[in-house]
Nanobody, 122 residues
Framework: QVQFVESGGGLVQPGGSLRLSCTAS????????MGWYRQVSGNQRELVAT????????DYADAVKGRFTISRDNFRHRVYLQMNRMKPEDTAIYYC???????????????WGQGTQVTVSP
């Protein structure tokens, strides 16, 4: 129902920067929130950052505050994650996230991209 195109993952040295991009598309769909979660093998998926597509209100995990910045292009249903001063503990698969309503549904649903690997290593 929601299609994702994610890009920007890769290998970076500690202290370096990466920028993730995610474009979502769907028919008859209201995008409410977009963002990024990450997961390390064996651990639960955890919040990185989200942004409200209408108000631009943001939410960040404590571990990334001051280093990562989320932004959005509401017209294109696109979200960016600028990651600066990266640390080895930022290594994970990063998943694009969409919360929204299909048609006239009363409730919001969560949708996930396929994930992109980010590795921080010397």
């Amino acid at each position: 129902q929601v299609q994702f195109v994610e890009s920007g993952g890769g290998l970076v040295q500690p202290g370096g920067s990466l920028r993730l991009s995610c474009t979502a598309s769907a028919s008859d769909f209201t995008f409410v929130t977009m963002g990024w979660y990450r997961q390390v093998s064996g651990n639960q998926r955890e919040l990185v950052a989200t942004i409200n597509m209408n108000t631009e209100a943001t939410d960040y995990a404590d571990a990334v505050k001051g280093r990562f910045t989320i932004s959005r292009d509401n017209f294109r249903h696109r979200v960016y994650l600028q990651m600066n001063r990266m640390k080895p503990e930022d290594t994970a698969i990063y998943y694009c996230y969409v919360q929204g309503r299909l048609g006239y549904a009363a409730f919001r649903d969560d949708y996930w991209g396929q994930g992109t690997q980010v590795t921080v290593s010397p």
